[in-house]
């Protein structure tokens, strides 16, 4: 008996250390793969799945003198890109919208990776496989509470650059999917690939400026971990904030001057969720929007917890 007992402990502890080992090997994966996001060249197409919609893009990245250069292409539909020169941030045709779910995806990269997130996802190395042509290997993140989705990562070998990411919901289903179908890494991009050509049939540019508000607003609530990518850690001043634990992001937009006998509004989208109310202080009316890939009732919770400051 007690030999069983010693053979179950010794068995436990072996468990217990290899997966010490895969959660140590995970980390460094991320650091990699934070890395390259800043650091390298490269360009490809990828589909990006959203719940039943599926579309094609072609994205080259590039850094010069420490300045990011991005061009996005969407391959399918009307014609759309987004152009990005270090701070100056242009989008053509698709309107506003768009362009602050890309600079929300960029100051996502741009945050890097807290050194606590193992405190809010499990990780682990799955193995190995091949995408675009590159070897990767794959990493599982499955969230440790109710307010964050699991993550399904597939890493280039040589460079860490991430070739694949699935969003996995509570349930298990994928909500979204993104995957190069073919990438060029390393290789140097001319600076002119960035430059904005009117033959291309765009419009003229629509750049993101923040409109300042009359006054200020506080989260009062934000699930532990979130931290704010710009400014204070809880005060939206401007018209929108965004705050990332280093994976997941949400952002909030504060609009004045709606009617304030709408209803509030709930959506889900693939992994993004939309919650958005609509009230009254001070005799002003406003609406709170909260967009992220956080689970419905997180998005909700945000969005009723936003507090007026004097």
């Not at 923040?210 to 939206?236: I, M, N, Q």
Request: net charge neutral; proline share 3%.
């Amino acid at each position: 008996m007690q030999r069983l007992l010693l053979s179950c402990l010794l068995l436990l502890i072996s468990f217990s250390l290899q997966a010490s080992g895969s959660t140590d090997q995970a980390l460094k994966w991320l650091e990699r793969m934070s890395a390259s996001l800043q650091d390298l060249h490269y360009q490809g197409t990828f589909t990006y799945e959203q719940g039943d919609v599926m579309e094609s893009l072609r994205i080259a990245h590039a850094v010069y003198d420490g300045q990011y250069f991005e061009r996005l292409q969407y391959l399918d539909g009307a014609k759309r890109e987004i152009i990005r020169r270090g701070e100056q941030l242009s989008c053509f045709q698709p309107g506003q919208r768009l362009v602050r779910f890309y600079q929300r995806g960029q100051q996502l990269k741009e945050s890097g990776l807290p050194a606590q997130i193992e405190r809010y996802y499990d990780l682990s190395v799955e193995g190995d496989g091949r995408i675009a042509g590159r070897e990767t290997i794959d990493l599982q993140l499955t969230p440790k509470d109710q307010h964050r989705l699991g993550y399904l990562l597939s890493l280039d070998q040589k460079t860490g650059l991430l070739l694949r990411m699935k969003l996995i919901g509570r349930d298990q289903a994928v909500l979204e999917r993104f995957q190069f179908v073919e990438v060029q890494v390393g290789e140097r991009i001319p600076a002119e690939l960035f430059e904005f050509n009117d033959s291309a049939g765009a419009s003229k540019a629509a750049t993101i400026s923040a409109k300042p508000l009359s006054s200020r607003w506080r989260l009062g609530w934000k699930p532990e971990g979130f931290v704010s990518t710009v400014r204070s850690d809880t005060v939206v001043s401007d018209d929108i904030a965004t705050f990332s634990d280093g994976l997941a992001a949400f952002s909030v937009f504060v609009e004045p001057g709606i009617e304030s006998n709408q209803k509030a509004d709930q959506l889900q989208r693939g992994a993004t969720a939309v919650y958005s109310l609509v009230g009254k202080s001070e005799d002003k009316d406003y609406r709170i929007t909260v967009v992220g890939e956080i689970p419905k009732a997180t998005a909700q919770r945000i969005a009723q917890s936003m507090q007026r400051l004097r």
